[in-house]
């Protein structure tokens, strides 16, 4: 919640307390210089004993909720038939209000099997804009990604409060030049993640919706984080200022004919789930479930995960729930905005974007800009965020490089994790890099998989500039920071 200080100052205050901690500590400068090297200056090779703040993600990292733990307890382990998963089942209806309900691994294994069973080669998938692994799934079945957002979408510097919109009228136009029967479905996905977790407003998704079941298209929703886009629509669309998360999930879900999300964002656990209303769609994916996830009533998770997602369903609905991330970091962004550091606008949900374009605009995207910036800021802090941009793209065809629509490096916010004086350190080492950024060069892989090569790929810096930059950080904080 927000509150207003004395000296008018606004800062998220926490809505909940800390019962169980885990101990971190702060790798100094040179163990970190090493720990980057070792990990070819790609923040996924770091092992977390040299991590302080660990902001590369927001999923499978939350805090859980004592209720969540205490259901744990009293999970079912039957391999057919578990009462857990009807608990969960009455969670997605009452909640989501979907009747079926497909338990998968996590959020990739559902768009797999969404893949297996609605794109067929040639196909079309329109989309508010892609997730990488969303993309790769839709792309092995032969499917083609169109990314129908509108220009806003790519502008960092933007007062637009619905960046994640879809761009309506060059829908029409794709349905019109490709053929109804050629799409696939039509993918809105809540808070969409790669351009800074900007949200879609009802308005959009409602005028989506009646372009879609006009053309006989279904509208499929990626819910992974649908309680934080409910919250920025309560806050940011007039006509829902009064309505419940609830409400506004409902709404969301009512549009939706088929629905899908990673358990590990809004969900606070590891798991995911596809649901539906219609029997016959339903019918299609079904039978795909025990063959790559597991038996229908626990999918790919254990019941363990499957009571935690049940109470975390019911408790994404508590506005201090679904506000606790998004709060902290527009407090982020504030702040860093406040010292000059250039960071998307307006903050979203999941993460604070850091515009590596602004930061280091000395650096050709070919370079890796956001990738250079990632390692930097983990050198200089102990941070660790992801590169969401050029690196996060795979080769074309011809083996070229396919330049990000943006550079970002993205400080993710895990729900219930971090507290203000974690954002205040994270303020100052970024600033201090702001303002030593011109020490920052580029990148070049020295290891490269042919997909989804940022989780695997090996980098290194090209000159020496992780070395002269932590001999500038030595000068400037000692060498036991
Ligand atoms: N959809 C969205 C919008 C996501 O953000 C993610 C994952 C997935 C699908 C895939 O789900 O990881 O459970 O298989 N996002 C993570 C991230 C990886 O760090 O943003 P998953």
Redesign the pocket.
Known sequence: MNICLSDGRVIPVEMHQVRIVQKKSLANINQRLSALKEAGYNTFGLRTRDIFMDML?D?GTNAMSDNQLAAMMVSDDAYAGSESFYRLKDAVKDVFGFTHVLPVH????A?HLLAKVFVKPGNIVPMNYH?T??KTHFEMEGGKVVEICTEEAFNTQSTNPFKGNLDLEKLEETISSCGAQNISFVRM?ATT?LIGGQPFSLGNLKAVKEIASRHGILLMV?G??ISENAYLIKQREEAYHKASIQDIISEICSLSDLFYL?G??SCSVRG?FIATNDSRLYGRIMPLLPVFEGFLTYGGMSTKEIEAMAVGIREMTDVDVAGCSVELIRYFAQRLMENGVPVVTPPGG?ACHVDAMRFVPHIPQLQYPAGALAAAIYLCSGIRS?ERGTVSMDRDADGNDVPSDLELARL?VPRRVYTVSHVEYAVDRLTWLFNHRELIGGLEFTEEPAVLRFFLGKLRPLGNWGETLAQAFRESFGSEF
């Open positions: 993600t999923s996590q959020g990739r294994a768009e997730f692994t969303t996905e993640n990626d992974s984080l990673s590990r964002k995911g999941l992801m993710a």
